[in-house]
């Protein structure tokens, strides 16, 4: 890996330092990850909104930048690296418009940071929250999210590499805090992202909706389609896209659930449009290197405990007795709490081993003065 554009500054205190480990990579994530969002300049009507939407369900887990920024990720995403180490974020969501590639936006995903992969998709339609009518949920609230796919697009999520990192992407961008267990109430917000049809059939079927409603002059039956979501004009085509047609778009819808009650003990669960919708077409994608996406799906080694439980310092001998090794730091026999006699106090400034031999010379002495009364008695008595 590159060198850091930020060199780390040494922590000055406990705290700095603190922050500082904080920020580096852990084997296991347990808190929600912050995302960037930020627009390049001249960007369409279209992606302001889906920035705003998809800004909206990532709070408050979200920076949002509000200056446009010349930035081109694929070619050069020196910036992106920047703004991670910065503002220790790991996402980035870019809105992008170009009249080779319009309505874009660009998921990128960091490691250590540094940008390890990205993939960019093209906005089809969009629908914002106020197009929907109800109780939007909380900020923050963590969705539950469903992937499926029509025929014969069945196993595109878990085959095909590009949907396979769209699903990784959203799952690690939309995830929170990690909990033991959700109660029942709490689920508030269902994404359902669904694998449909192609780019082409996707336009040539709003063609035919917005064609048939126009020649229909009773209005019964009249395809309703978004402003937002209408096909661009000005001669662009999805055909003079630089993007493969080939590949089924994705259906983003937002769902709030409504717990009803059933007779049951479990209640019945009912699904309301809540918003923003999308239709997204897959484009460009850079997938990771091998050794980085290595590092970054690093899990913590689990200890086996198959075998017997390891004793530090504690082996068995040739004679099968467990044999443990003690360490016990050198003791100075000057501070051992000695008999209180008379002749065996210090005075002030002798040292250990003098008042040892001081007490040995007293004891000498009062031993050869006893010895002496004893044979003074003696000669007495003989005497």
Known sequence: ???????????????????????????????????????????????????????????????????????????????????????????????????????????????????????????????????????????????????SAVEPHANLWETHPTFTQFKSILLDFFRGNELDGVALKGLERVISVTIG???????????????????????????????????????????????????????????????MRSGLPQPRVELSPHGPHFTFSLRRSQLPTAEVWKQAMKKKEKKSTNGPKKSKNVDIDEMGDKVGRVYVDSQDLGKLQSRKFKGLKRKPGESAGGADAEGDEADASVADASADQGEGRKRRKEA
């Open 1 to 147: 890996m590159s060198t850091p554009l930020i060199a780390p500054s040494k922590p000055k205190n406990a705290r700095s330092k603190r922050a500082a480990d904080a920020r580096q990579p852990t084997l296991v994530e347990k808190s929600a990850k912050t995302a960037i969002v930020v627009r390049t300049q001249g960007v369409s009507e279209k992606v302001k909104v889906a920035l705003s939407e998809l800004n909206q369900l990532k709070k408050p887990h979200s920076i949002s930048f509000s200056k446009s920024n010349q930035i081109r990720p694929f070619e050069d995403a020196t910036s992106l690296n920047f703004w991670s180490v910065k503002n220790d974020a790991s996402l980035f969501l870019i809105g992008t418009h170009t009249k080779k590639r319009p309505h874009g936006l660009i998921w990128a995903r960091c490691f250590s940071g540094e940008v390890m992969e990205m993939l960019e998709v093209g906005i089809e339609e969009v629908m914002a929250m106020s197009d929907f009518k109800g109780i939007k949920s909380a900020a923050g609230a963590v969705p539950l999210f469903h992937f």
């Open 197 to 259: 049809g192609t780019a082409s059939d996707e336009a040539n079927a709003r063609a035919a909706g917005t064609e048939a409603a126009n020649n229909g002059g009773s209005g019964k039956g009249k395809a309703v389609e978004s402003l937002i979501g209408a096909i661009p004009t000005g001669g662009a085509t999805t055909e003079s896209w630089d993007e493969d047609n080939s590949l089924p778009v994705v259906h983003f819808r937002t769902y709030t659930a409504h717990f």
